[in-house]
Each structure stands twice: as C-alpha cells, then as structure tokens.
C-alpha cells in the first residue's frame, strides 16, 4: 500500500470520475515543509501562524514574521498557501499579554476578536503578510469570524496596510485572496452574505462542531457530543459550499474531519473543492478519492443530511465504501 501511495505523490488528486479536489496540508512552521512537500500536497490550506507568538516572551516582529512567511510561500514555489492570522486565545495562551482569565474562553476574546482590538499587532503581521505576497501564492484567512462587521473591519485593516506599503515604495500583490474561516455556526447560516465579500471559504470543524453541538472540544466528559457526522454539521458545510459557489468563490475545510476516511466521501458529496489535513493524510486520500465517483458522493451526501443520528451517516458510508481501516 506505502508503494502505491507514493507513486501518487506526484499526482493531481481526481475522482474515479475525473473531478479534481485538491488535497492541501495544515502547518504550524516551515520546519514542516519538508512532510508537506514528500507527501504531495497540492498547497497549504492551513498555516496556523500562532506557533510564531508561542514559546517565546515577546510578539514576533515584522521582520521576522516576512521571512517565515515568504520562506513558506518560495518553497512552495507557486502552489497555494493560505496564511491565518493569529487565532490565539481558547486553549492556546500567550502570558505575555497578560490578557485577564476568562469564564469561558471558547467563547471569549480570541483570535479575531484580540486583533480587531490590540490593532498594533493585527497590523505588524498583516503588513508581513502584504510584503511576502509578491513571493509566491498567498492568501490571507481571518480565524473566528462571527459578523461581517469584523470581516470587514479586518479587510480595512488590510487595506489601509497596503496603502502604506504602496506609499512607502513597498511592492505587494495585488492577487491575493482574502477569506475567512467558518467556524461559528452564525458564519456557516448567513454564509451567503458573507460569500459576496470574500474570496473564499474554509471550514474549520474543530470548532464548528463544538459550537454546534455544544460540546467542549478538550472536554473527555462530553467527547461523546463531540460528532462530525451529525446531520446538523453536514447541514452547516453544504450551506456554506452551496454559497461559496452561487458567487463564484471557492470553499475548502482545514478541520481535522477534512482527512477523515469517513468524512471524505460525504464531503465530497457535498462540494467541497478543497481538503486541507495533516501531511501524513494526503497519500491515503488521493488514493481513496481515485477509487469514488462524484456522481455517487453527492446522493450519498444528500442520504446522509436526511438521517436523524451521526450513527445512521457513519453506517451509510461505511455500507457503501467498508469499514474505515
Ligand atoms: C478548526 O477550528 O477547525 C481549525 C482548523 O482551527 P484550530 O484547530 O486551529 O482551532
Ligand atoms: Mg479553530
């Protein structure tokens, strides 16, 4: 099996049918280059920026966000990169700004929320950001987005940071996509009038589901509410993939369900056109996708949304491709 797969390490990613989804990776830091590029990837759908602000005892500067940034983005030599802007707060802390405990910190004051407020960092990492875009394909996501308010408070931001660049003789791109994750459930319902103001889309389940169901996503006590497959989850992706695509714009899911052998083939289904996953999933997706027809996910998709319990979809897809290995 390892040798089949790595003869697929140079492959696009297609469907028995021929449709092409493609299979990106999540990082954390450039050191993770090196797994990304040995397994394929398509590009980076996620590049989780707030390892650059941890472990450490003061904010990155600018200089140095630019150089990991544009070493991401030259190594992956034109292949898309979508860069988050720090999603820090929830269960990742930085001490060193001293931010107040919270009763519930999933629900308080994190990533976008701190940087729409502490302004000064948001802009060092967005002007970052603006200056590595002319190095490759990047493309900047904003974590945690609950209103178009902040989308489009963030997107000034950026602006008004690229207007200065320019101003400063600083060249940027002026390709770059600007999206949005869609981890609150508010996100995903009013997703289409969010899909008239960016360029994309991309799922984040880990939170998604545990806003939706209610359920702590580091609690063991309740891991039990803790459901991918629930209707109501499913519900939520192809909203926002129906959406996405009535404007044009494209919708990915950079959630650890992304590269769940389950998940996959309803995911599929539903229309995502992007998968983003650990690096070490990449090979055994290409290879399970090789073998599924689009013609047949989207029914089986459409099966899945009516059952009343996350059982019943898991059974379904498991009836149609086997038991998950
Ligand atoms: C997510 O919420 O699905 C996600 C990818 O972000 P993180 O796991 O970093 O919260
Ligand atoms: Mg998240």
């Known amino acids: 099996q390892k040798a089949e797969w790595a003869k697929l390490a140079t492959k696009k990613t297609m469907t028995q049918d021929h449709h092409h989804i493609e299979l990106a990776a999540n990082i954390g830091t450039p050191k993770d280059l090196e797994g990304v590029l040995q397994n394929g990837a398509e590009g980076i759908g996620l590049y989780r920026t707030e390892f650059l602000y941890m472990d450490r005892s003061e904010l990155p500067s600018e ?76 493309k900047v996501m904003f974590p945690m987005i609950a209103t178009l308010e902040e989308l489009r408070a963030a997107k000034h931001l950026l602006e008004d940071e690229k207007a200065r660049l320019t101003s400063e003789g600083i060249d940027t791109s002026d390709e770059m996509e600007v999206g949005i994750m869609v981890e609150i459930p508010s996100t995903a319902v009013a997703a ?28 063991e006590r309740v891991a039990y509410l803790y459901q991918p497959y629930h209707p109501a989850v499913l519900r939520l992706v192809q909203m926002v993939a129906e959406a996405a695509h009535k404007h044009g714009k494209w919708v990915g899911m950079c959630g650890e369900m992304a590269g769940d052998e389950t998940a996959i083939p309803l995911l599929l289904g539903l229309g995502l056109d992007e998968l983003s996953m650990s690096a070490t999933s990449i090979l055994p997706a290409r290879s399970q996708l090789a073998s599924i027809k689009r013609s047949e996910a989207v029914p089986l998709a ?11 979809v898991k059974q379904l897809v498991q009836a149609k491709y086997g038991q998950a290995t």
């Open 302 to 312: 459409l099966e899945a949304l009516r059952k009343g319990i996350a059982e019943e």
């Open 63 to 138: 200089e140095e966000q630019f150089a990991a940034y544009k070493e991401v983005v030259e190594r992956m030599e034109g292949k898309p990169v979508v860069i988050r802007t720090l999603d820090i707060g929830g269960d990742k802390e930085l001490s060193y700004l001293n931010l107040p405990e919270e009763l519930n910190p999933f629900l308080g004051f994190r990533a976008i929320r701190l940087c729409l407020e502490r302004e000064d960092i948001f802009r060092t990492q967005l002007r970052a950001l603006l200056r590595a875009s002319v190095f490759g394909n990047l």
């Open 192 to 219: 289409e009038q969010f899909a008239q103001e960016v360029d994309f889309f991309s799922i984040g389940t880990n939170d998604l589901i545990q806003y939706t169901l209610a359920a702590d996503r580091m609690n």
